[in-house]
């Protein structure tokens, strides 16, 4: 867990389904919501962030059900003050990680379960950075038609707060989270 308090908090909210719902609904594109058994979502335990990781990057995994079929949303809730150019390749390890673990729990799959990763920024600047894992390669233009069905193709989902209001955040479909004293 981070040392960050509102990481804490993040984690502490987001770790109910019911929370993370709003969030969701509100970054999944709407031709995938709408396929999301919403009633479905629950927090799968542990984390697949690396240690030296957690004093800045908290995680959550979600099980879903898309159309019937198991599937998983990994929320990656970032809170650098600055963004970083590589956090898409560290997402992707990320998702190959639980994809190792997933199959050993599952010998006879035939099929792996679809991963959407998404990341919520909370940084002190506008995140800059590449969403594609391809647009982290050094493709000449000109080859980049020709090579680029046999590199990983790969995107995170962003949910950049810098650029939200606080009228803007009050706005969302998030249920209420009870305070405590």
């Known amino acids: 867990m981070s040392n960050q308090p ?3 908090l993040v984690r502490a909210v987001f770790s109910h389904p019911e929370h993370a719902r709003g969030e969701l609904e ?6 995938v ?6 009633s479905t979502l629950t927090l799968v335990p542990g984390a697949f962030v690396d240690e030296a990781l957690q004093a ?3 995680d959550l995994l979600y099980s879903v059900k898309f159309q019937g079929k198991e599937g998983f949303i990994y929320v990656l809730w970032e809170h650098q ?7 898409i390749f560290r997402e992707l390890k990320y ?12 010998p006879n799959a035939t099929h792996l379960p679809i ?10 600047r506008p995140w800059t950075c590449p969403l594609s894992f391809e647009d982290l390669l050094d493709i ?3 080859l980049k038609p020709a090579i680029i069905d046999y590199v990983p193709r790969f995107r995170v989902l962003l949910d950049d707060l810098y650029h939200e209001t606080d009228e803007g955040l009050r706005s969302r479909s998030l249920s209420a989270y009870p305070c405590q004293k």
Do not use: C, M, Q
């Not at 919501?33 to 919403?38: C, Q």
């Not at 003050?81 to 956090?87: A, E, G, I, K, V």
């Not at 998702?95 to 599952?106: G, M, Y």
């Open 26 to 31: 509100l970054l999944l594109p709407k031709e």
């Open 56 to 58: 800045n990057y908290s």
């Open 115 to 124: 991963v959407i990763p998404v990341v919520l920024a909370h940084g002190r």
């Open 140 to 142: 000449p233009a000109e």
């Open 95 to 106: 998702v190959v990680r639980f994809l190792d673990n997933w199959l050993v729990d599952h």
């Open 81 to 87: 003050s600055s963004p970083d150019r590589f956090l």
């Open 6 to 8: 509102h990481d804490g």
């Open 33 to 38: 919501s709408t396929h999301v058994d919403w």
